[in-house]
């Protein structure tokens, strides 16, 4: 046992926080380290407000730790996607149920307000301690010694396993690649997104809150989750450059335009569509393939830092949830001996996380296309050894 708690979890978003809850469940001592202020305490960020759909597959592990019922209480069913066909204002509508009974929904759940909700659950053990502000910045995988930036400087901690969660850019990853103990390959798709904001029309919900509902317009495409407040959140996913991108869209009256062309249906629903579209960021979207995530059975990374993929099937933090569930069993397998745990880890989980990286690919040419047409390409491919 290390003066700074046996195991160090790197990263207090989703996959952090319920491994810590995990992990305590199984008695061990976790120090959660988070590079940002407490999310509680701070305000959103613009733009950056993400609502997933949540499947059984998260659910399953939220079920395991009693999280679920909880959970569920914030979230709102949806039990198909709304597919706005028509370019007409009028917007032809087609619903395609996601069961064959009709019955059968994906949840719609604010990133933030889930992050918080597990927060919550992860502080609760007294076998786990929070950090925040401590921003990981070196790590030597063969000690286990960690350093973190923090607002009073660096502070030296170390740990007898470290288990990366900080998510698709890990520092814990550039460590291990740093240190030559994995390989990684980079695949940025030549699309970004943006979100935009419907807001509730006279207290109520603009569109059917018990949808998903998509725009497919072949180069591009929009999608909208409905929020408890009534509100929804639009994800507008189109090409970062070239003629028709965000980039070519440089003043309001070629914002209105080309919305008014392609998503006339939505635009009496956006009253701030012309400073949300100036003002909120465009995001990355891309693939992580890294191997191994485990290091001499000490180091691992999980969620993803490990396997960060395209959001098109709705798949990520379902997935990185599920890495928890298939973590802690491993744990069991092996009599809680994490340096057999984290090799099988490795091998048992790896084949599952290259098919949903695939789908989820390939589910943006369903989205965008099955319900419109062209060809996607990748952007660009960066490989690490
Ligand atoms: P993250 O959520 O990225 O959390 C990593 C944490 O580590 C953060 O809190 C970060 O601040 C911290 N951190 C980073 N670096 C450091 C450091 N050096 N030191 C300390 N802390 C650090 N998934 C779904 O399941 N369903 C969906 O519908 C869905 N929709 C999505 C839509 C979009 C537009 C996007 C972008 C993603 C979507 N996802 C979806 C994916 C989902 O958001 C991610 O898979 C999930 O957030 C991964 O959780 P994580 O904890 O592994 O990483």
Known sequence: MTANGDVAIVGAGLTGCLLAGYLARRGERVVLDERRPDPRLTGAERGRSINLALSERGLDALRRVGLDGTVLAGALPMRGRMVHAGKGADGALDFQPYSADGERAINSIGRRALNNLLLDAAQAPAEVEVRFE???TGLDPA???LTFETP????HAGAAVVLGADGAGSAVRGELLRHGATTETLDFLDYGYKELTIPAVDGDFALDPGALHIWPRGRSMMIALPNPDRSFTCTLFWPTGGTESFASLSSPAAVEQYFTAHYPDVV????????EYRENPVGLLGTVHCAPWQARGRVCLLGDAAHAIV???GQGANCAFEDVVVLDRCL????GDWSAALPLFDRERRADTEAIAEMALANFTEMRDKIASPLFKLGKRVEHA
């Open 152 to 155: 009073d400087g660096p502070v």
């Open 332 to 335: 069991d397998d092996t009599g």
């Open 311 to 313: 959001p098109f099937y």
């Open 268 to 275: 009496p629903l956006l009253p701030e569509l012309v400073t």
């Open 134 to 136: 401590h921003r990981l």
């Open 143 to 145: 000690t286990g010694a």
